[in-house]
Nanobody, 121 residues
Framework: QVQLVESGGGLVQPGGSLRLSCTASGRIFSINVMGWYRQAPGKQRELVADITSGGSTNYADSVKGRFTISRDNVKNTVYLQMNSLKPGDAAVYYC???????????????WGQGTQVTVSS
């Protein structure tokens, strides 16, 4: 079993910054991709950004230039630095990891519990 624990959400004014963290623990052989998704009320969950174990990144167009994803492979931790936050960024942010638990197993998706980001003056 694998657990993902997130931290760093909260309330911030428009234009402000927040940093989210997510650490994976448990039966981990390797983690290929780690990423952040978000879901606002009444909307579908959407990809915000993800990063491979080699450091290749992918961002949603709406956050390019404002958000930065990074990763510490030793700590199995992924970060999301969010700058110039807008009210439209408000959502529950979920961490995702594609984990192999042993050398023979395929990757499986694991999710964090979600952390609320509120952008309001």
């Amino acid at each position: 079993q694998v657990q993902l624990v997130e931290s760093g959400g909260g309330l911030v004014q428009p234009g402000g910054s927040l940093r989210l963290s997510c650490t994976a623990s448990g039966r981990i052989f390797s983690i290929n991709v780690m990423g952040w998704y978000r879901q606002a009320p009444g909307k579908q969950r959407e990809l915000v950004a993800d990063i491979t174990s080699g450091g290749s990144t992918n961002y949603a167009d709406s956050v390019k230039g404002r958000f930065t994803i990074s990763r510490d492979n030793v700590k199995n931790t992924v970060y999301l630095q969010m700058n110039s936050l807008k009210p439209g960024d408000a959502a529950v942010y979920y961490c995702n990891a594609k984990v192999r638990s042993n050398y023979a197993s395929p990757s499986r998706d694991y999710w964090g519990q979600g952390t609320q980001v509120t952008v309001s003056s």
